[in-house]
């Protein structure tokens, strides 16, 4: 199984959620999920910005959100990994609460998007998250 860490994990009984807020955690995350040339490219694009950007992809059976920001030579990132189990009635109640928390709804489609995708994954490849470095 697949290990990605992150500071914090919070269990509510209907989804499980890791965070990475401290800017090393986020790049060892980062450096696990995905391919060299890929983050090397996802990199390239924060620094062009010139300001923080952010994205949605999934990671086995984490939908993810991604914000970085690199000004000079400096990164900062957070990172939130978000597991609804499965259950098309936990990923809407986490898109209503995404709406009422303020977010696009461009950003609430994305993340249904994502699960749509982990739904019709077949693979069966699973990640477990492990807390390193934790901040409570």
């Not at 290990?3 to 986020?26: C, S």
């Not at 059976?61 to 970085?68: E, P, S, T």
Request: proline share 1%; charged share 25%; hydrophobic share 40%.
């Amino acid at each position: 199984m697949k290990k990605i860490f992150v500071n914090e994990i919070i269990d509510n009984g209907t989804t499980v959620q890791g965070l990475a807020v401290l800017n090393h955690t986020v790049l060892t995350a980062l450096k696990d999920m995905y391919e060299r040339t890929h983050l090397d490219k996802i990199m390239f694009l924060a620094q062009q910005a010139g300001q923080p950007i952010y994205f949605f992809d999934r990671y086995c059976q984490y939908i993810v959100f991604v914000q970085i920001s690199i000004i000079g030579v400096g990164f900062e990132g957070a990172l939130s990994m978000i597991d609804c189990k499965g259950d098309y009635d936990t990923a809407l109640d986490q898109y209503l609460e995404y709406q009422k928390n303020g977010w696009d709804v461009g950003d609430r489609t994305k993340f249904m998007q994502k699960f749509e995708e982990i739904i019709n994954d077949k693979s069966g490849i699973q990640a477990e998250l492990v807390v390193k470095d934790a901040v409570r």
